[in-house]
């Protein structure tokens, strides 16, 4: 089908699946971000749109979608628009108040489930704790995973701990949310395994103004970055139980830091793993 070249202003009744995709190529959308706001708008699988293209979106769809098209073209995360994310094979909600969760991280959810499977069963479940949960991906992802772990999760960000919360309700995954900040949000407590996502961009890193609708306080850290992770380690041995691991994730540029800072206060199998493009993403180590 010819697309029709007229402008599209604010969305018209009219518009065809063909239309909007023509549209998304004159306003810089990647066809594939296109298709997956077409899908979510319509509710059908990307595959569908293939074999619809002359189906009309109708006029509050056709609306919604040029909108789309304006915030994606000037940068903002498909995700935010979509109010969705993917992580671990869990569809999550997400808004500007929390980091979208990146495939990495998925790394961290591994080490954690292979620490958590080398776990002698305990008497009572394995206590989990994911400190800077945001969305809850991290908590929520081994708590689907390892259903007999009881998780926590802390944020400093009320509004964030409570998409966490609705997160946690929809997929039905009880975790425990505590507000605070970093181990102070559970002092008194000790876990068998921490997973942390910590803001460890340096400040002015020239990478930031890519993630410049995502909120600085979840990216930001002083110290060149290391202030959290620093915090995080420092305070691990009060709220571990002897033998249990504390697993950051990390720039690529900081393992050798991390991995000095565990070892300094007293933890052994100290490593570094890898994400997929080969960087230093994640270290961790066993306490005691
Ligand atoms: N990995 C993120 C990025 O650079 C940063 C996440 C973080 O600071 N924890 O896109």
Redesign the pocket.
Same mark, same amino acid.
């Given at each position: 089908m010819k697309a029709d070249a007229s402008p599209v202003g604010s969305g018209r009744a009219d518009m065809t699946v063909a239309h909007a995709l023509a549209e998304a190529h004159r306003a810089g959308v990647d066809r594939l971000d296109a298709q997956l706001m077409l899908a979510h708008l319509l509710r059908h699988p990307r595959g569908w749109l293939i074999a619809h293209d002359d189906v009309p979106l109708g006029a509050h769809h056709s609306s919604r979608y040029v909108q789309w098209l304006e915030r994606r073209g000037a940068g903002e995360p498909l995700a935010y628009l979509l109010g969705q994310a993917e992580f671990c094979g869990l569809t999550l909600q997400v808004g500007p108040e929390v980091?979208i969760p990146?495939p990495?991280?998925e790394l961290l959810v591994e080490w954690g489930m292979q620490v958590l499977a080398g776990w002698p069963a305990p008497p009572t479940p394995a206590r989990v704790i994911d400190l %800077?949960c945001g969305s809850g991906a991290i908590a929520l992802a081994i708590r689907h995973r390892h259903p007999t772990a009881a998780v926590t999760a802390v944020d400093t960000s009320a509004p964030a701990l409570d998409l966490a919360c609705r997160n946690a309700e929809a997929l039905g995954l009880p975790i425990t949310p505590a507000l605070g900040n970093w181990w102070s949000a559970v002092a008194g407590q000790r876990f068998h395994l921490a997973l942390a996502?910590?803001?460890?961009?340096a400040p002015g890193d020239p990478?930031l103004e890519?993630?410049r609708h995502?909120p600085h306080s979840?990216?930001?850290?002083p110290e060149q %970055?290391m202030a959290d992770l620093h915090r995080l380690i420092d305070m691990a041995p009060e709220s571990l139980h002897p033998g249990g691991w504390l697993l950051l994730?990390?720039?690529h540029d900081q393992g050798q830091p991390v991995r000095e800072r565990l070892r300094q206060v007293g933890f052994s199998e100290v490593e570094t793993r890898r994400d997929l493009a080969g960087l230093e993403r994640c270290t961790g180590g066993r306490f005691g």
């Open positions: 980091l990146r990495e991280t %800077g996502n910590p803001p460890y961009v990478h890519a993630l995502e979840a990216l930001v850290a %970055g994730e990390h720039g």
